[in-house]
């Protein structure tokens, strides 16, 4: 069971980015991935999802309207695209797996997923 995530980079403010994650060795109805990030002495914080049997998706509020998650199923990856991208940006972005529904923690909680990728360090230069 792994996921890699890739395609972070040094971008300039007002710039877009894609994300990509892919997963391997999961079972075919896992339930969710999600993004989160991490700037350096704050918490993780968790940025959006995708249910992979309706492909519902959502968005925290500090990426709605400025990205967008979705989901090859061919290439079992899933994708973050991020436009008008600011300097308060800049994090370590890390995708995360679900492998059931939790009804013990909301979707934007990390304790929330099972699997993490290594992260891909995103930085927007102003």
């Known amino acids: 069971v792994q996921l890699q995530a890739s395609g972070g980079g040094l971008v300039q403010a007002g710039g877009s980015l894609r994300l990509s994650c892919v997963a391997s060795?999961?079972?075919?109805?896992?339930?969710?991935l999600g993004w989160f990030r991490q700037s350096p002495g704050k918490e993780r914080e968790w940025l959006s999802r995708?249910?992979?049997?309706?492909?519902?998706?959502y968005y925290a509020d500090s990426v709605k309207g400025r990205s967008t998650i979705s989901r090859d199923n061919a290439k079992n990856t899933v994708y973050l695209q991020m436009s008008s991208l600011k300097p308060e940006d800049t994090a370590i972005y890390y995708c995360?797996?679900?492998?059931?529904?939790?009804?013990?923690?909301?979707?934007?909680?990390?304790?929330?997923?099972?699997?993490w990728g290594q992260g891909t360090l995103v930085t927007v230069s102003s």
């Open positions: 995360a797996a679900a492998l059931f529904y939790s009804s013990a923690y909301i979707m934007s909680d990390p304790r929330a997923y099972d699997y």
């Open positions: 060795g999961f079972p075919l109805d896992f339930y969710a």
């Open positions: 995708i249910i992979t049997n309706d492909y519902s998706t």
